[in-house]
C-alpha cells in the first residue's frame, strides 16, 4: 500500500474558487424570453449546460446558465457568465480556448477540454457564432 | 503459438504468489503514469494483454502472416489452420459442440448487430414485441430500437429493482407474444450477475429466441452456452486479455443455417454470376471480406491463457477483491455503491461519493496512477432511472491485487479532502 | 511511435539498394518454406508487414492499450490521440481535406456494405439503376445484388474489352438514369488500372454517386480523392502493410452527414433513451463499439512507412518489375497473360500455362518457395468471361526483386516440364 | 538468381499416371437416366465434379463423371470411378480419406485436400450416403 500523498498536485486543479463556482454557481437559472438560448450536452460525458442570453444593441446585458456535470464544466460556465455580462457579441465571438483556460487558471488535461470549454461552445451556439 | 503459459497455484482462488506470476506477464504493469504505478482497475471496459497475447500476434506476423482459404502456399496454410484452430479453442472455451457456431466479428456489438440485420429482419414483424432489460448497454439496446423502428415492432423492458437485479416476477408477462428475449449475462454498470440459464429457459418457453450480451461474463466466469440454453451470445476480445479489433458471435447452428446473410462479398460466397449469388455455409456465409487473422491467433492465445489460469479461480478471485472492495468502500462516509450485494455480484462497481462529479473523481485518481472509468458506462437510460448523470467504476481483474483497492480507498479519501467534504 | 522509418534512396524509382534496406524490414523474407527462401509474391492477397508497423502495436499493448473515448485517464488520453491521430494520418496520405471522412471499417468489404446499407437503403427506389464494371470484386458486386434485390433497382455493367479494360465508348448510355456508381480503381484480377477521375466526373454529371473499390490502388499509387472526385471509397490495411482487421471508408463530408448509422450500439451515440436515441456526428456514427485501437496504430505506421519511401516511387518500381516480368513471361510457351498492355497496367498479372491448372501451378511454385494466388481471384463472372476456370497471379509490391521474377519464371518452366508441356 | 533444380520432390506430387488419369480421365462423360446423380463444385477454388451412377441390387453397375478443375481433383475422381465400379452402396459408405490418398499414392497438403477427396464427397452425396 502506498502512502497518503499530499493535496499538492490536486488541489492546483481544484483550487477553492472553482469549488465555489461549482457548489454556488453565478447567474444560475434561466431567463424568462431570452433573445438568445441553447442547450447542449457532450455526449462522450453526458455534461449538460444550457446559456440564456438578453441582447441589447449587441451588448450582453444579462445571461443565466443552467447545467449539470463536472466541477469543471459548471465552473466554467459560471466563470464564463462572469466574464461576458457588458460585452459584445463580436467580444465573444473573439474567446477562444486560451481565453477560457486563462479564467481556470489551472492545468487541463485532453480528456477534460471538452468539459472545460462546454459553456463557451454552448453561448457561441446561442448566439449563433 | 507460444510456448509459455501463466503458472498459476493450484488451489480455489488466485494466491497472492500466483497473481505476482500473473501480472509479470502483463508489460503494461511496469508503467508509472504521472510518476506512479499504474493501477488498472478498468478492464470492465478493457483488459490488459500478456505476453503471451502479444508475442503470439507478433509471431504470426513475423513467421507466417498470409490471407487464407484460398492460398495454396505454405504460409497461408499455417495461417488458414491457426485461424480455425483459434475458431476451435473458442468454441471449446464456451462450451460450444460445433466450432461452426462461432463467427468472428469486430466486436460484441457488431455481433449483436449481426442478429439484428440477419435473424431480426427475417422473423420480426409489425406488433411482434422485443423484451429487453432495464440494464442494457447501448450495443443491446439501439441495434433492437432501430429493428423495432423498421419493423414496427414493440419493445418492452424487464425492470430493474431497486438492489440493481431483474424483477423476475413480471418475466413470464413481459415474455408473453415475445419474438426475442436480449439481455445481459453481467450488468457493466451494477456488476450483477444474470440467472442467464433460467432467463434462456424461460424465454424459450414462452417462444423467444434468447440473445445473450455475454461480454462481461466470458471474460470473468466460466461460461458454457449448452449449460446456458441460450440461442446466440455475443463477446468481445478486447476485455479477456486478447487484442482489439475482433470479437464473436455464438450461435444455435440451426439458427444460423436457416439466416440469411448479413455483411456479403469475398469469402462468403458459393457461386457468384453477374445478377446473382449463392452463399457458403456458415461461418463463412457470415465472414465477408478479409478477416481479422491476426486477431484470432492473438484472441486463441489469451484464451488458452485464461484456460491456463482456469476460469473458476478467475471467477473466485475476482469476486473476492469485489469483496474486499465492498468492504473498505463502506468504511468511507458519502460513498453510495450502486447494485446487488456480494452474493449476486462480480468485482465491476460502480459508486458516487458526496457532490464530487464522476470526472472529478477519476482526474484526481488518475494523478494517483489509478484508472477507473467515469461516465454512463454506455448505460444512459440506467443511469436516469438511477437518478445520478454518472458514476464512477472500478472493475478487477486477475491481474489486479488487495493493495490496489487500499490505494483506490486512499484516493477517494484524497478527493473528498479536496473537495472538502468530511 | 517507432522512431525508424525506410531509408530509401533518392530517385525515380527504388534502387536495389533502397530496396535491400525495404527487405531487411519485413522479417518474415527470412523464413525458408520448403527449405527454400520465401518468394512472396501475392500481395495483392495481403501485404507482408514491416518491424515498423509491428513494433507500433506491439508498443501499444505494452504501454498504454486502455478504452478510448471516455477514459479520463493518462493511458486512455493517449489511446484515444494514437487512434484519431492514424486517422488524420490516412485523411493526409489519400488526400482527404478533414479526418471526420475517413471511417475506420473492418476492410474494404465491410465499407463497400456500409454504403450499400446506409447511403443506398435511404437512396435507391425500385426501377433505380446501380452501375458496376465487369472487372469488380465480388466485395464490390455482391453487396449491390443484395441492395438491388431488397429495392427492386436494376444492375448495369460497365464491359471488359479484348484486352481488359473498360469499355468507355458505352459509358454514358450506361450511366443514363443511374443512382450510384461503383467501380474499381486497379483490377485485382487484371491488373488494369482504371481512370479513376473521369469515371467520377462522368458519374457525376449524369447524377451518380461514385464509389470506388480502391483496395488494389491505394496500397500501390500515389491516391488522391480530391483529385478523384469521387464520392466514397473503401480500401483494406492489410494490402498496405498495417495490419488485418481494420479498413477505412472515406466518404465525402456532406454525404456521410445526412447519411443514417449503420451498425449501433456504443460509442456512435449523442442521447440514448429505453425508446429512442439520437446520434452522434461523423465519424462517430459509423463506429459503433470498441474500434480496433491497435490496429488503427498499426496503419497509423504502415502510412508512415509508405510515405517515407514514397509512394510515386513505390508505382514506378511496381511498374518497373511488372514490365520485367510481362517480357520475361513473353519468353515462354504455353503461357497466356491476362489484363492489358504494361501502359495501363500495374503489377498484378495473372497467367494460364498450358493445360496446368491454376492449383497445380501454385502447388509446384509453392515447393520452390514463391508464393502465388491460384484461383478465381473473387472474381468469378469475369473468369467466366474470360473462358478461364482459374487463373494463377503473382503480385508484386516495393519488397520484391527482379531475382524473384527470375526464380517465378524459373518455377513456371519447371511446372511445365512436369506436366510435360513444351 | 536460383539454379534450375531437378524434378524430385515434385514428380512425387505429380506421377505420370497422375496427368494420365487428368488427360484422359475415365469413365469420363454423363449417363443418360442415372439411378443417381450430383454435381458440387469447392466454392473456394471453383473445382467442379459431377458424378452419375447407374445401380443394381445395390450395386454401383455404371458410372460416369464429369468435372473441370486441377489435376488432383480431376485425376482424383478418375480413379474413384474405377475403384468403385461394380461395389456395393455400402462399400462406397466405408470408403475414406485413407482410401482416396493410398489411390492417389502421393503427398497432399491441406489446401489440397479438398481437391482430391471432391470427388468422393459428390459421389456419397449422389449415394445420399
Ligand atoms: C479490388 C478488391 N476489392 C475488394 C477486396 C476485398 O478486400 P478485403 O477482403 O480486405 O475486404 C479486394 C481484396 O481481396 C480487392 O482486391
Ligand atoms: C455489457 C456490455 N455489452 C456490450 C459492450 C460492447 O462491447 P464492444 O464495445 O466491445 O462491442 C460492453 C462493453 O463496452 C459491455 O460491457
Chains 1, 4 share one sequence.
Not at chain 2, 174 to 191: E, I, K, M, P
Not at chain 2, 330 to 335: E, S, T
Not at chain 2, 343 to 367: K, N
Not at chain 2, 393 to 412: H, Q, V
Amino acid at each position: 500500500m502506498r502512502p497518503a500523498d499530499d493535496l499538492s498536485g490536486m488541489d492546483e486543479l481544484y483550487r477553492d474558487f472553482i469549488l465555489d463556482h461549482y457548489r454556488n454557481p453565478r447567474n444560475a437559472g434561466t431567463l424568462e424570453a431570452p433573445d438568445a438560448s441553447c442547450e447542449d450536452l457532450n455526449p462522450l460525458c453526458g455534461d449538460r449546460i444550457r446559456m440564456d442570453v438578453k441582447l441589447h444593441d449587441g451588448i450582453i446585458e444579462d445571461i443565466r446558465f443552467q447545467g449539470r456535470g463536472c466541477a469543471i464544466s459548471q465552473a466554467s460556465a459560471s466563470l464564463l457568465t462572469e466574464t461576458v455580462k457588458g460585452k459584445t457579441v463580436a467580444e465573444v465571438a473573439a474567446l477562444g480556448k486560451d481565453d477560457v483556460l486563462a479564467n481556470l487558471g489551472i492545468p487541463i488535461s485532453a480528456a477534460r477540454l471538452k468539459c472545460a470549454l462546454l459553456g463557451l461552445s454552448v453561448l457561441k451556439r446561442a448566439l449563433k457564432l | 503459438m507460444t510456448a509459455t503459459m501463466p503458472q498459476a497455484a493450484v488451489g480455489a482462488s488466485l494466491s497472492p504468489a500466483a497473481v505476482a506470476r500473473i501480472r509479470a506477464d502483463f508489460p503494461i504493469l511496469q508503467e508509472r503514469p504521472h510518476g506512479k504505478p499504474l493501477i488498472f482497475l478498468d478492464s470492465a471496459a478493457s483488459s490488459q494483454k500478456p505476453v503471451q497475447v502479444i508475442e503470439a500476434m507478433d509471431d504470426y506476423y513475423r513467421r507466417y502472416h498470409a490471407n487464407i482459404h484460398r492460398g495454396i502456399y505454405h504460409i497461408s496454410e499455417l495461417a488458414t489452420e491457426a485461424y480455425e484452430e483459434a475458431r476451435s479453442a473458442i468454441a471449446r472455451f464456451i462450451g460450444s459442440p460445433c466450432s461452426a457456431e462461432c463467427i468472428f466479428v469486430r466486436n460484441a456489438t457488431e455481433g449483436i448487430n449481426l442478429v439484428a440485420y440477419s435473424w431480426g429482419r427475417s422473423n420480426v414483424r409489425a406488433g411482434d414485441v422485443i423484451l429487453l432489460t432495464e440494464m442494457e448497454h447501448h450495443s443491446n439496446l439501439v441495434p433492437w430500437q432501430m429493428l423495432a423502428q423498421e419493423k414496427g415492432a414493440r419493445l418492452r423492458f424487464v425492470p430493474v429493482t431497486a438492489d440493481g437485479r431483474l424483477d423476475m416476477n413480471r418475466l413470464d408477462t413481459l415474455l408473453d407474444g415475445a419474438r426475442l428475449f436480449a439481455f445481459t449475462a453481467v450488468s457493466n454498470t451494477l456488476g450483477t450477475i444474470n440467472p442467464v440459464r433460467e432467463l434462456c429457459l424461460r424465454a424459450r418457453a414462452a417462444g423467444a429466441v434468447s440473445v445473450v450480451d455475454a461480454c462481461q461474463a466470458v471474460p470473468r466466469m466460466p461460461v458454457d452456452v449448452t449449460q446456458w440454453q441460450c440461442d446466440f451470445a455475443a463477446f468481445s476480445s478486447h476485455k479477456m486479455l486478447g487484442p482489439t479489433g475482433i470479437g464473436v458471435l455464438w450461435g444455435r447452428k440451426d439458427l444460423l443455417d436457416a439466416m440469411p446473410p448479413f455483411l456479403t462479398g469475398g469469402g462468403m460466397i458459393n457461386v457468384v454470376r453477374y445478377d446473382r449469388t449463392t452463399f457458403a455455409d456458415v461461418p463463412a456465409r457470415f465472414e465477408a471480406g478479409t478477416p481479422a487473422i491476426a486477431e484470432a491467433v492473438g484472441l486463441g492465445a489469451a484464451v488458452a491463457y485464461l484456460t491456463a489460469v482456469g476460469m473458476e479461480r478467475v471467477a473466485r478471485y475476482e469476486h473476492e477483491l469485489a469483496a474486499l472492495a465492498l468492504e473498505k468502500l463502506r468504511g468511507i462516509g458519502q460513498v453510495v455503491v450502486y447494485g446487488p450485494g456480494i452474493e449476486h455480484r462480480t468485482g465491476v462497481i460502480s459508486i458516487t461519493v458526496g457532490d464530487i462529479h464522476a470526472h472529478d473523481l477519476a482526474s484526481i485518481l488518475d494523478r494517483e496512477g489509478i484508472c477507473v472509468r467515469a461516465g454512463h458506462h454506455c448505460n444512459q437510460p440506467l443511469m436516469e432511472k438511477l437518478g445520478v448523470p454518472a458514476t464512477t467504476r472500478a472493475s478487477f481483474y486477475l491481474y489486479n491485487t488487495p493493495d490496489e483497492i487500499d490505494a483506490l480507498i486512499a484516493g477517494l479519501e484524497k478527493a473528498k479532502r479536496i473537495f472538502k467534504l468530511t
